[in-house]
């Protein structure tokens, strides 16, 4: 898909910036909670690395491919992202930002192990576990070892399920709720020991954290969704993957503002939480002097206030409109209500941020359940950039998630047969201008990136 294959070049800028620097079943968080509460213990990536299992040099497999550990370690692409995440650490860059932080040499730093590697305790780590991995098989799989308890040996006996592995600890990322909470925990934040991002790291040179989870699980994808693959654990409707993705990366935004620890730190608001781009912009003292900001009409908000960061927020008003309508309106009026809350103090800003996580949580849950089916997706890729939604892509954040869910909502058009690959050719290159004109995030002009978007969102809308 070369939409995807040529944004792969320039997202070393975005999913770099993803904390980990590339880094259906039940629909409810507790499965995701249950699965990463497991007290396996984590045997490392050369338990996995025989030749009979998943260390092949080819993809010659009778039953899985078999060749995962070498995708995972390819090196010039963002497939073997997670395999480079401990590495980043050895760099000068991460270097600068260390002694910024004074946190030392962080290759051995718990704020940058975090995310950086499967930094479980010392205790639930086997004899050929190394930290050095990085984001291994088992930062996402789940710890495998525990003897009769651990999915290891299970999980490739003759008759064993996957839902037999799954009580054993091996996670469910086939879930789009599991999945979306576990990779958040590095690519937007969580409270776990160096998973969270605050402003002083960034302002120490970290990069900026961007994600979207149906894109980035496909430029991460190890394995082949065949046949075996369907009758263990279904097909993947990526429409849904996208929207619950959305809507579980605003709850966790939202809890973690919430968090009298992480909501603050020193202040009120701890940065981190807001749009970069309504305090970065350029210092103008000349008396005729033109701002470069636009006005956003979903944030009323002061002149001169910070933004909250409100990209998912965008987003799912934008896939609410299409799919679930019943909640859309209660879903905008709450958003409105915190952004202006922001401007009360903590306690009405917190008592806000409650009201919309409920509503964001009512959404994934109607989006878990929801068929996404031809119609559907048209409607919302429509509604991305309809009059209702065009006037909120005012500031950098927004428009890269619209610009890219614009492209994962294509793509999953073509991949579940709703339209064809030879009729979308033509519009990769709509897409890619789109793209374009958010690569560089001190280059952004709003409104050429909204002709951008527009044009590439006509296109598809004609091949209905």
């Known amino acids: 898909m070369a939409g995807r294959a040529n944004w792969a070049i320039g997202l070393a800028g975005l999913a770099a910036a993803a904390g980990i620097m590339l880094g259906v079943g039940q629909s409810e968080d507790a499965t995701a909670a249950a699965a990463q509460s497991t007290s396996n213990t984590h ?35 963002a497939t073997g992202a997670h395999s480079r995440a401990y590495a980043v650490l050895t760099n000068p860059r991460s270097q600068r930002i260390a002694n910024e932080l004074g946190i030392g040499n962080p290759a051995s730093a718990a704020m ?66 599991a999945r979306a909470s576990l990779c958040l925990n590095c690519h937007f934040g969580s409270t776990g020991e160096g998973q969270f991002v605050n402003h002083r790291i960034m302002a120490a040179g970290h990069p900026r954290l961007v994600f979207e989870l149906d894109l ?20 993947t409707n990526h429409v849904r993957m996208w929207a619950v993705g959305q809507a579980t990366a605003l709850e966790r935004s939202l809890t973690l503002f919430q968090n009298q620890r992480l909501g603050t730190e020193g202040m009120f608001p701890e940065f981190y939480f807001f749009d970069c ?31 909250y960061q409100d990209e998912n927020m965008i987003m799912l008003a934008a896939a609410a409109r299409a799919v679930a309508p019943n909640l859309a309106e209660r879903f905008d009026r709450d958003s409105r209500a915190f952004h202006g809350a922001m401007a009360e103090g903590r306690s009405a800003a917190t008592a806000a941020a409650a009201r919309l996580r409920e509503s964001a949580r009512q959404l994934g849950n109607a989006f878990a359940s929801a068929s996404f089916d031809r119609q559907q997706t048209f ?34 058009m073509v991949s579940q047969g709703m339209v064809s690959e030879a009729s979308v050719t033509g519009i990769r290159a709509d897409i890619n201008a789109a793209y374009a004109a958010v690569r560089e995030p001190n280059a952004y002009r709003p409104l050429e990136f909204r002709q951008a978007l527009g044009r590439a969102s006509a296109a598809i809308g004609r091949l209905r």
């Open 379 to 412: 409607a919302i890729i429509n509604s991305v950039s309809s009059d209702a939604i065009r006037p909120r892509f005012t500031d950098y954040e927004g428009s890269v998630q619209a610009v890219m869910a614009t492209d994962t909502l294509l793509n999953a």
């Open 112 to 177: 940058c192990l975090g995310c950086h590697s499967d930094y479980v305790p010392p205790a639930r780590r086997g004899p050929r576990f190394q930290l050095s991995d990085g984001v291994s098989c088992e930062s996402c799989h789940g710890g495998a070892g525990g003897g009769e308890t651990g999915w290891l040996a299970s999980h490739y006996a003759v008759g064993n399920t996957h839902a037999a592995n799954v009580r054993r600890g091996l996670y469910p990322l086939e879930n789009p709720r």
């Open 216 to 235: 980035f699980s496909t430029l991460q994808q190890h394995h082949d969704e065949d046949g075996d693959y369907a009758r263990r654990k279904g097909r």
């Open 43 to 77: 045997v490392g990536v050369a338990t996995c690395g025989g030749t009979t299992c998943h260390g092949r040099q080819e993809a010659d497999g009778a039953v899985v491919r078999q060749d995962e550990i070498l995708r995972w370690q390819e090196p010039s692409s």
């Open 277 to 307: 781009h309504t305090c970065h912009r350029r210092i103008y003292d000349d008396p005729n002097a033109r701002p470069t900001g636009i006005a956003n009409p979903s944030r009323p908000i002061p002149n001169g206030f910070p933004s």
